[in-house]
């Protein structure tokens, strides 16, 4: 749980003050977030299958600029990353806010990209980390 609080804080300090949400913002787009914008208690999780398909900017604007919708949506990217490779994260603040940081970092460099490559990206350098100390700490045959 901890991962996630800490991750929390750094997605939403990221998604707040980066260009990733600067994007300029079309009459289209516009009247598309205002249809897609959720009820305040709308807190239902998007199909995997329509999440993975989208970019940085555009989960950002189908959560309805909102921090809580766009946090469970990398928490559900991160879970299908994670599954499909076998990794298990970290509970841990520093792992939470490496994983954080890499997503504002690479979020920021490329909004068209599509957030589960960013989420899967960030699974595997905190799994990475994770996997090489779980190494260190095994004892030797």
């Not at 260009?19 to 516009?30: G, L």
């Not at 928490?75 to 504002?104: C, H, M, V, Y």
């Not at 690479?106 to 990209?113: G, I």
């Amino acid at each position: 749980m901890k991962v996630w609080q800490s991750f929390a804080g750094i997605v939403m300090a990221a998604t707040l003050c980066g260009p990733v949400v600067a994007a300029a913002q079309t009459p289209q787009d516009a009247a598309t977030q205002n249809a897609m914008t959720p009820a305040a208690s709308d807190t239902a999780a998007m199909p995997i299958d329509q999440l993975v398909i989208k970019t940085v900017h555009e989960a950002w604007i189908a959560s309805g600029r909102n921090e809580d919708k766009w946090f469970s949506m990398v928490q559900q990217l991160a879970a299908l990353s994670a599954q499909n490779r076998g990794i298990t994260l970290p509970d841990t603040q520093e792992a939470g806010s490496k994983f954080g940081e890499w997503i504002k970092k690479e979020a920021r460099k490329d909004p068209d990209q599509l957030l589960y490559a960013v989420v899967d990206h960030a699974v595997q350098y905190v799994g990475k980390k994770q996997a090489a100390a779980a190494d260190a700490a095994a004892p030797k045959k």
